[in-house]
């Protein structure tokens, strides 16, 4: 059973370009979130996709922009690169919450982001 | 505003040397309380969910346990193996979104 998978492992980009990251969800789950993970702190939350539609947002500008497909995968979209969006992202799924009760979430290996 | 902390920020133990870390967590609704490891340069791992006060987990030398105002994750004759950042994070459903992290407690068991 394949779990989160997330490409490209790394990247180097520069300030101002324009970057995609990918990220296939683990079988069997219908829901993806993205995080940011700053060096020495912890994941920051992005967005969440289920049903290829934004359902919750974070505290991210809109520079920051996503996509699900309908087989669940998921693009993350960063336009406008800062130097202060170097971070490790991180792709995470699980199955939606159901019934007031919500389930753990999976993560990928992550995406090494690099703005110079 | 909803937020988690963890202490210490470091821990080194001797292998064998037992402890516990620390997650307080001031959240309004608490909807799930989650610990995950964290290797270097990698994908948190999933370690154990607690939904509601006095509920424990266990899973080989972890132990989780859950109050209303805080988690301890409980490592018990500790292995150079369990060396990693421990991250805990709490789901709570409300305007900030999805899951809300700790900076985590780095750990290191030395043989």
């Known amino acids: 059973d394949a779990g989160v998978t997330q490409s490209p492992t790394h990247l180097i980009k520069t300030r101002g370009q324009q970057v995609t990251l990918r990220c296939s969800p683990k079988?069997?789950?219908?829901?993806v979130s993205w995080y940011q993970q700053a060096l020495g702190q912890g994941p920051q939350f992005i967005f969440q996709?289920?049903?290829?539609?934004?359902?919750q947002r974070g505290n991210f500008p809109d520079r920051f922009s996503g996509h699900q497909f309908p087989n669940y995968s998921s693009e993350l979209n960063v336009n406008a690169l800062l130097l202060g969006d170097s971070a490790l992202y991180l792709c995470?799924?699980?199955?939606?919450?159901?019934?007031?009760?919500?389930?753990?979430?999976?993560f990928g290996p992550g995406t090494r982001l690099t703005v110079t | 505003e909803d937020q988690v902390t963890q202490s210490p920020e470091a821990l080194r133990l001797q292998e064998g040397e037992s402890s516990s870390l620390n997650c307080s967590y001031t959240?309004?609704?608490?909807?799930?309380l989650f610990w995950y490891r964290q290797d270097p340069g990698k994908g948190p791992e999933f370690l154990f969910t607690?939904?509601?006060a006095g509920e424990e987990k266990e899973k080989e030398r972890l132990k989780a346990t859950l109050t209303k105002k805080e988690s301890f994750l409980h490592i018990t004759a500790p292995k150079p193996e369990d060396s990693a950042t421990y991250l805990c994070a709490v789901y709570a459903g409300g305007s900030q979104g999805n899951l809300i992290f700790g900076k985590g407690t780095k750990l290191s068991v030395k043989p």
């Open positions: 959240v309004s609704g608490l909807r799930g």
């Open positions: 996709y289920y049903e290829e539609e934004e359902r």
């Open positions: 607690l939904y509601s």
């Open positions: 079988s069997g789950h219908d829901t």
């Open positions: 995470a799924s699980s199955l939606r919450p159901f019934g007031g009760q919500v389930l753990e979430q999976y």
